[in-house]
């Protein structure tokens, strides 16, 4: 599979993964017989088929005659597997997440390493698509394109519809070459020519103190879990060092297209964030099922930094997925969250772990997460307190933007700015699609012996 096609599957199944690492050593160890590198196609079926039995949340409605050999590969029996996957309070099966993929495909997807054109697109209007998102070190980066662009063309085709998505996924996501043409904010039009390549995505966009009416605000904007962890921790001490120091008010923590990542960075975020009065206190338990409880874990607050804040917004949407959703919750039963933008969150309060089985590894969905109040069943996403259009025609920290000027409003005034979400449902149907190829997931790579 090429990597953005991995990306694609991965972006509709990744939920919360791996919130134990010990999950991986100790599970993994307890099942019989254990896994193998070296198994044939038939036993790598009934092997994938045996550890979901065993595994799966909710093992006990996979029915008997269940028959793994029908199916083509792993990832499609994992796929069949989702419908077993009634909860309460749901009128359809909750799993939308377990697969399965070559060990040596998940090693590459997990590393934070991409390889494409570093640039993702939405529609803000039908024929109006925009530059939502660019990884600075990207081949979109380095040519100087920044989010709120409008593109005109694509590779000399100016049909920029929602009716012709799919050539444009394809031709953003999953080409080697492309050429573009620019409409600026000033008015001006550029084409770039675009040749896809390996880099380093540096998650942290970008960082700013505002005063307004006597008000310092900080602005967060915070694109992945992922990456190199040492940079996301050295910059998380730059920025809430400084925040500190500068003797903020309120802080505005952007994850609007914020898919998950490590659930280690969303701890180590979540210290940062956090008043002093969590500090020692319960952060998160994960649960398994009714044959592994002894894996069940909690995880508490160990405080960082002098930044101590009563409130905090988020700007979020349908992209806002597993450890950004992980963070939200974990932060409620200590502080005012507030969330604001287009629509709810993805909605993905359970996780997984790798089985390796063959050279393959499986991801049933294995246990579900709550905060210190017991809270976590939000399958069906988080609600907002402040319902906006995304403000794609302006770049981050744009005081303009319609998302982070309300959330600016709300902390200066006490009233949210408010502003229709422009979407329509063939837009954000067609937004979904652009969107399908980014991560979403959380996963952490602890060892606990």
Not at 185 to 195: E, M
Not at 216 to 222: P, R, T, V
Not at 417 to 446: M, Y
Request: with cysteine.
């Amino acid at each position: 599979m090429q990597f953005k096609t991995l990306r694609l599957l991965l972006a509709s199944l990744v939920g919360l993964f791996l919130l134990q690492a010990c999950k991986k050593n100790d599970v993994t160890s307890t099942l019989n017989p254990s896994p193998s590198p070296g198994i044939g196609t038939s036993v790598l079926k009934d092997t994938t088929l045996l550890y979901s039995k065993d595994l799966y949340l909710w093992y006990n409605q996979i029915p008997s005659t269940f028959n793994a050999q029908t199916y083509a590969d792993p990832n499609a029996i994992m796929e069949a597997l989702r419908q077993y996957s009634n909860e309460p309070g749901f009128s359809t099966p909750v799993d939308k997440w377990s697969f399965a993929m070559k060990q040596t495909d998940w090693d590459n997807l997990s590393s934070g390493i991409s390889g494409d054109f570093g640039m993702s697109v939405f529609f803000f209007k039908e024929g109006d698509l925009r530059v939502k998102s660019v990884e600075r070190s990207s081949p979109a980066g380095i040519a100087g394109i920044r989010r709120g662009w409008r593109i005109t063309k694509i590779n000399d085709n100016t049909n920029i519809s929602t009716a012709n998505a799919d050539f444009i996924s394809n031709a953003v996501w999953n080409s080697a070459n492309g050429s573009f043409g620019f409409q600026k904010p000033d008015g001006s039009i550029v084409d770039l020519n675009l040749k896809a390549a390996a880099y380093q995505e540096h998650p942290v966009y970008l960082d700013s103190i505002y005063s307004v009416n006597s008000k310092k605000i900080g602005y967060f904007s915070f694109n992945s879990f992922l990456g190199d962890t040492t940079e996301l921790y050295s910059e998380f001490a730059r920025v809430f060092n400084g925040f500190a120091a500068a003797g903020i008010n309120d802080l505005i923590v952007d994850l609007r297209y914020n898919g998950g990542g490590y659930v280690t960075v969303q701890q180590k975020l979540a210290n940062w964030l956090a008043p002093a009065s969590a500090d020692g206190q319960l952060m998160m338990k994960e649960q398994f099922n009714d044959k592994y409880t002894e894996f069940n874990t909690t995880d508490n607050f160990h405080k960082s930094g002098s930044l101590n804040l009563s409130r905090i917004y988020f700007i979020v949407s349908r992209s806002t997925a597993s450890a950004s959703e992980l963070l939200i919750n974990n932060l409620k039963p200590f502080m005012d969250v507030q969330l604001v933008g287009p629509g709810k969150t993805y909605g993905k309060p359970v996780g997984f772990f790798p089985v390796p089985v063959g050279d393959w590894y499986i991801f049933p969905v294995s246990f579900r997460s709550t905060n210190k109040n017991g809270q976590g069943n939000y399958f069906d996403g988080m609600s907002l307190n402040n319902q906006i259009a995304d403000g794609l025609d302006k770049d981050w920290g744009d005081v303009t933007e319609s998302c982070l000027q309300s959330a600016l409003s709300n902390i200066t005034t006490g009233v949210y700015k408010t502003a229709s979400a422009r979407e329509t449902l063939e837009i954000k149907s067609v937004n979904d699609v652009l969107s399908a190829p980014e991560f979403k997931g959380a996963i952490d790579t602890r060892r606990r012996k």
